[in-house]
Structures are given as C-alpha cells and as structure tokens.
C-alpha cells in the first residue's frame, strides 16, 4: 500500500500571534515618533543650506555680470507676503541693473532699472542684523544691507511688482559697481558687507529661531563670499 508523501516541516508555513503582531506594530509606531523630528531637523538644515547656496550664486553672478557689462547691478532685498497661500515669512533677493550703466535712475522703473534674473525667494527666512560672528570672526562693524550703520545715501524703500508675489517692499540693497567693488550705500565703499540670515520664529519676524543661523560675509573690494555657520556665529 503506498501513502501519499508526507510535506517536509521546513515548509511549513507558521503564522504571527495576535501578540507578535501588535508587538511589531507597536514598534513601528515608537520608530515613527521618534524619526519625525528628526526627518524635519534634517529638511530644515537641508532648506538652509539650499538657501546659503542660491543667495551666493545670486550674489557672484551680480557682481560678474557688473564687471562684464560694464555697469551697475543691485540685488534688492525685501520681504513679500507668503507665497502660493503658505503662511510662511518670505525673503526675496531681486538682481536689478542699470540700463544706461549709471547710478542715476528710478529703481522702481523697469525701464531704467530692468531686472537681471528672476527673483530669489527664500521661504522662511529672514535676515536679522542682531546675529554677529563670534570671536576671531567680528562682524560688529560690518555694514549691512539695510544702511542702518553707515554714512552716505543709502537706498529709501521701494515697492516692486514681483512675478507670483505681487508688489513687494523692498528696504536693502547692496550694489556692484563696474570694477566689482560692493557696497550698501551709493557713497560709501564698505570693507565688509554682513547679511545675516535665520529662520524666524513661527510666524513672528521680529525674532530669530537660533537654530540654523548663517552669515554671509561679502568682501566690499573684491567681492569674496565667506559663509559663517552654526559654531562661527554668536546667538
């Protein structure tokens, strides 16, 4: 008499306990609590140093194109309501140059003062002046973009309209001149020009976060950009 064979018990398949199962599951849930934060720290530093890159790319490619054209270019800064419905504080960096290669003009005229790119916008950030670099790094008595510490005329505020932001204020300026030299103000030729850069505080603009603060330090004679980060900058 023949019987039919027998299957070998290493395939046999063995199911998960209720207990074993909600075990699992409960560990899942725990990791995903704690990666979250995480996750987000990361995209923020990640935003940051996405922003420390395009405002340094913004700020050579002006300058080049002031020495190869031969005339004067101006990133305008500002601040512009959220974008794309966000509520998000917004900082826009707009390259401006001058169409007769003069100082001289309405930079609210698109006419005379063409944009040169399309604008920077850096969403959730803000530029804080309060933020120095710590010691050997003083940045105390560098000027910045705002004219609030220096002499000679510095930029009155404007208004531009901006593709998909609308009119924006803008209150900052830093300009190249032919010969590349950078200032803030249209007089004064600046030895160092600061522009200090945070995420604000929630919605609130008037206080800086202090989690990933950065500094970009822009040489007013030849135009060299040193970027100071989280252990180079006093909170």
């Known amino acids: 008499m023949s019987y039919p064979p027998q299957r070998s018990s ?5 199911a998960f306990s209720l207990i074993e199962l909600l075990t699992v599951m409960a560990i899942i849930v725990t990791l995903s609590a704690v990666s979250v934060p995480a996750l987000q720290s990361i995209r923020g530093g990640s935003t940051v140093n ?4 395009d405002l340094s790319s913004t700020l050579e490619m002006a300058r080049a194109y002031a020495m190869a054209n031969r005339t004067y270019v101006r990133i305008l800064l500002g ?6 419905g966000q ?3 917004v900082l826009v960096a707009q390259p401006i140059f001058s169409a007769n290669g003069s100082t001289s003009g309405d930079m609210t005229d698109t006419s005379a003062w063409p944009a040169l790119s399309r604008p920077l916008v850096l969403q959730n950030l803000r530029i804080f002046d309060s933020l120095q670099g710590s010691q050997p790094i003083d940045t105390r008595n560098d000027v910045t973009p705002f004219g609030s510490n220096v002499l000679g005329a510095v930029m009155s505020p404007l208004k531009r309209s901006i593709s998909g932001l609308g009119p924006t204020d803008f209150t900052g300026v830093i ?4 010969i590349g030299e950078a200032r803030v103000s249209f007089e004064e030729p600046a030895r160092y020009i ?4 945070d995420q604000p505080a929630g919605s609130n603009a008037s206080s800086a976060m ?3 603060p950065f500094i970009l330090r ?3 004679i030849n135009g060299s950009i040193r970027v100071l980060r989280d252990g180079e900058v006093a909170l």
């Open 210 to 212: 202090g989690k990933n």
């Open 175 to 178: 300009q190249f001149s032919p």
């Open 218 to 220: 822009l040489s007013g």
């Open 10 to 14: 290493r395939f046999r398949c063995e």
């Open 194 to 197: 600061k522009i200090a850069i």
């Open 87 to 89: 509520v998000l504080p």
């Open 50 to 53: 996405k922003a420390v890159a």
């Open 79 to 84: 601040n512009a309501p959220a974008a794309n």
